[in-house]
Every structure is written in C-alpha cells, then in structure tokens.
C-alpha cells in the first residue's frame, strides 16, 4: 500500500508544481491603473475624515458620537496604512496629483475651512458640523468605490472596497439618525453622487 502511495503523491506534487508554473503571476497595477487611482485618492480621502472625527472627539462629550468618531478614526487610520502598504509593493510613490479641489468636492470631500470650523463652533453646533460633513463626505466614498466594485481589479482592492462600501452605508444610516435626534437633517449629496447611491 505504501509503495503504491509514493507515486501517486509523486504525480500529485508534479501536477502541483506544473499548475503554478503556468499560473500567470498578478503583476503590479501600473502609474496610471484603476488600483493605484483609486489607493491614493481614498487615502485623500481618508485622511481628511481622520481630521474631522479627531477634531469632533477634542468638542463632543457625548458618547454615542464619540465612539461613531473613534470607530472612524481607527478604521479609516487602519486602511490608510494598509493602501500605503500597497502603494509600496507596487513600487509606487505614496503621493500623487490628488483629487483636484473641484472633483474632491464632487467626492463628497469638505473645504479645509468646514474642518477647521468644527473646532472653532459650541459642542451642540460643532457635533451637527461634523455629522452633516462626514454624512456628506461619506456619500461620496460610496461614489468612489463604485468602480471598483466593477470588478477587473485585484481582489484585495476590490474586497477593501467592499469593506467601506458596507461600513460607510451604515454610518450613513447612523449618522442621519444621529442628525435628526438633534433637529437636524443632512446636507445635499455631493454633485458625483448617482441617484441609485443614496439609498445605500
């Protein structure tokens, strides 16, 4: 029984073998590619909703908000790290052109003076500031993803764009909530926003 093992498993570790020879190797997305677009304009994207749940945290002494802050923070902290660790693998530079300030706009991205008035404004104000904002700024990551989700990427950016797909869309349900237990509603969508995104 033994010797008859040895070379079936012979065979089998041949087979192996032939299978990731002609397996064609995933080359890394090149300077122009949908992957490397997508990495460093969502780490732009990141960082600024870094800054706002920061400075919210510094204002609100409220809990339930503090914690939706925190879980954006560490989260989207995470997945900068994690999209620069890419950019490195492929042998691309972590900075870029960016999003010019109009399509960061269409992003559902705020203007340095809307972030930096959250920690100029009262508690009660500066909470809706950031709601309103980050509700905004969350919309347009959904349109950001979009692409992606298209498919024709590598597997683990499409997964990470399913990763913020689903988280955002619940904050977004959280964070409107959030809004109207204080009187308040959302801003408009940001202009990049499809009408079949808003209700995600």
């Known amino acids: 029984m033994r010797r008859a093992a040895v070379p079936a498993l012979l065979v089998l570790v041949t087979l192996v073998a032939a299978a990731l020879l002609l397996t064609p190797r995933l080359m890394p997305p090149t300077e122009h590619s949908r992957e490397v677009r997508f990495v460093r304009e969502m ?11 920061l400075q919210v945290r510094e204002q609100s002494a409220d809990a339930t908000l503090r914690t939706v802050a925190l879980d954006i923070l560490l989260s989207q902290q995470e997945q900068i790290g994690q999209m620069r660790g890419w950019l490195t693998l492929w042998h691309r530079p972590w900075g870029g052109p960016g999003m010019s300030a109009d399509h960061a706009r269409m992003m559902g991205m705020a203007t340095q ?7 100029t404004l009262l508690p009660a104000q500066a909470e809706v500031q950031f709601l309103q904002l980050m509700t905004r700024h969350h919309q347009g990551a959904l349109t950001m993803v979009a692409p992606v989700l298209e498919g024709r990427v590598q597997p683990a950016v499409e997964a990470l764009a399913r990763q913020i797909q689903s ?13 109207a237990d204080r009187g308040a ?10 009408a079949g995104e808003h209700q995600h």
Do not use: C, S, Y
């Open 43 to 53: 780490i732009q994207h990141h960082t600024q909703a870094v800054d706002m749940a």
């Open 113 to 119: 003076a809307e972030v930096n008035r959250i920690g």
């Open 167 to 179: 988280t955002q869309a619940a904050e977004i349900r959280l964070m409107t909530t959030l809004l």
């Open 185 to 194: 509603k959302p801003l408009p969508a940001p202009a990049g926003m499809g």
